[in-house]
């Protein structure tokens, strides 16, 4: 199975707006998760589309790739902080306000989903039942008469 991965670091914005859409497109196969950040109404959706394209380029260029982009699926997506870059706003009265302008690390790691395998038919396949009949080993149910009788059972008059 096939694990590739993309960083890019000292992207504008915060790792928490950043992680908001991240969680949108983790788990996701590849195509899925292209379309869903083209129509993320975010700032940092073109960023991490741009990050998740570098991961598929990479896992592709891997050894023992199998060479179907469809079966790639994004198995991790994370944004950890990176440095904030301090800045200096003028307040009133000759003073002044800090500013912290922050950065994010975006990594994006795209994994191969492993082949179907499907099982052969045969003489240890188990017999179906049938709708309704009991399974071989579950006690039987007991026929009442409310069953004999179409199931329902007549409204008493009140007194």
């Known amino acids: 199975m096939i694990e590739a991965q993309a960083?890019?670091?000292?992207?504008?914005?915060?790792?928490?707006?950043?992680?908001?859409?991240?969680?949108?497109?983790?788990?996701?196969?590849?195509?899925r998760?292209?379309?869903t950040l083209q129509y993320t109404r975010k700032g940092i959706a073109a960023d991490i589309a741009k990050v998740l394209r570098s991961a598929i380029a990479?896992?592709?260029?891997?050894?023992?790739?199998?060479g179907d982009v469809d079966r790639l699926f994004v198995s991790k997506c994370y944004a950890n902080q990176g440095p904030s870059q301090k800045r200096v706003r003028p307040a009133p009265m000759g003073r002044a306000f800090r500013v912290l302008k922050r950065?994010?690390?975006?990594t994006v790691h795209v994994s191969e989903r492993p082949e179907k395998i499907l099982a052969v038919s045969g003489a240890e396949a188990a017999p179906k039942r049938r709708r309704g009949a009991p399974a071989k080993g579950?006690?039987?149910?007991?026929?009442?008469?409310?069953?004999?009788?179409?199931?329902?059972?007549?409204k008493q008059a009140k007194e």
Do not use: E
Not at 14 to 29: C, F, H, N, P, Y
Not at 58 to 66: L, R, T, V
Not at 103 to 106: I, M, N, Y
């Open 7 to 31: 960083t890019a670091r000292y992207v504008r914005t915060s790792a928490q707006k950043a992680g908001l859409v991240l969680t949108l497109i983790r788990g996701k196969d590849v195509n």
């Open 33 to 35: 998760a292209l379309a």
């Open 58 to 66: 990479n896992a592709q260029n891997k050894d023992g790739f199998s």
């Open 103 to 106: 950065t994010a690390h975006l």
């Open 138 to 154: 579950a006690p039987a149910k007991k026929a009442s008469s409310d069953a004999k009788a179409g199931g329902r059972q007549p």
